[in-house]
């Protein structure tokens, strides 16, 4: 089978056109920005995650405190007022907004440590 | 696997891995190197050059986002011709190309050995020329087999992954394409 010229020579007779010459160059700009697509769906993506994870952890950490552990904690802060919560406080509004507060530090600090990484990774 | 050929294949899959670790420019290697095989046979199922590039672009794109699924366990370019049969496969389906049928009865009576002695030789302007029609009028899994078992050189283990068929099954088909394009040709 492999013998069958005849074929063979039909075939490369009808030898299609070549691809244009700037061809590879544009596939190779649309592979590029497929990439960078690529790494911000997953930069995205990895945000996303981890806000929701830590969003949990601290929903946990907040019911395992104010549910099952009696709790007195003193906050001094530069700054910032200086917090006394106990699990008998009445409101609730100081320690929700420290915990807020500390997600977006987290939150801030992991996207920074991202960033340099990427930079680094880039570089 | 040859030693050559499992060389190359260790070369490939090392781009890979490269590539997927964030060295995109090295896929510029696999589109020098295959971006004219891809474009040769996708050319012969759709038939006019414009669809044919950007269907090119469009399979060596699909193989970029879906490079870490590649396992190694075939050669890169027979991944990347499945990849670019099943795009043109699609494109044809889109636009409803039609192919002509051949009688099953015509094609039964056809003797083996006058099949053989037929395509072994070459000679003829007008013999080439009825070949060639004879080749336009295939459908396209015929095509693209006589393309890869041909030009290029791909084995029966090959084209059977690109076709997604076992390669007992790719053996007749090849058999009776031959078969085909000697009914289409004296008919």
């Not at chain 1, 960078?36 to 995650?49: A, N």
């Not at chain 1, 949990?56 to 001094?76: D, M, Q, S």
């Not at chain 1, 600090?109 to 880039?122: A, E, G, Q, V």
């Amino acid at each position: 089978m492999n013998n069958d010229k005849a074929i063979i020579k039909a075939l490369q007779s009808t030898e299609s056109p070549r691809l244009s010459t700037d061809f590879n160059s544009r596939l190779m700009a649309e592979v590029y920005r497929a990439a960078e697509r690529k790494k911000k769906r997953e930069y995205v993506l990895g945000i996303c995650l981890i806000s929701g994870v830590s969003l949990v952890l601290v929903g946990i950490a907040i019911y395992v405190f104010i549910t099952y552990i009696p709790w007195k904690f003193t906050f001094e802060l530069p700054n910032f007022p200086k917090m006394n919560l106990t699990s008998e406080s009445k409101s609730m509004y100081e320690f929700s907004i420290y915990i807020a507060l500390l997600s977006l530090i987290l939150i801030g600090l992991d996207n920074y440590i991202r960033h340099k990484w990427m930079m680094k990774k880039s570089k | 696997m040859r030693l050559i050929e499992y060389m190359n294949n260790q070369d490939e899959i090392n781009y890979i891995e490269r590539i997927l670790a964030g060295e995109t420019n090295l896929y510029s290697h696999f589109v020098n190197t295959y971006s004219n095989s891809i474009y040769s046979l996708i050319v012969r199922i759709v038939l006019t050059n414009e669809d044919a590039e950007e269907l090119t672009q469009d399979s060596f794109l699909k193989a970029f986002k879906k490079l870490d699924t590649f396992n190694g366990d075939c050669s890169f370019s027979t991944w990347l011709f499945r990849i670019a049969y099943n795009t043109a496969i699609s494109a044809t389906r889109k636009r409803k190309m039609v192919f002509p049928s051949v009688d099953e009865t015509m094609m039964e009576s056809v003797p083996d050995e006058a099949i053989e002695t037929f395509f072994d030789r070459d000679e003829g302007e007008i013999k080439l020329q009825k070949l060639e029609e004879a080749i336009v009028k295939l459908n396209v899994e015929e095509k693209t087999l006589i393309t890869l078992f041909y030009t290029e050189e791909k084995s029966v283990a090959e084209l059977a992954r690109v076709l997604d068929l076992t390669s007992d099954n790719v053996k007749v088909k090849l058999y009776r394409v031959r078969k085909k394009l000697y009914v289409l040709m004296t008919k």
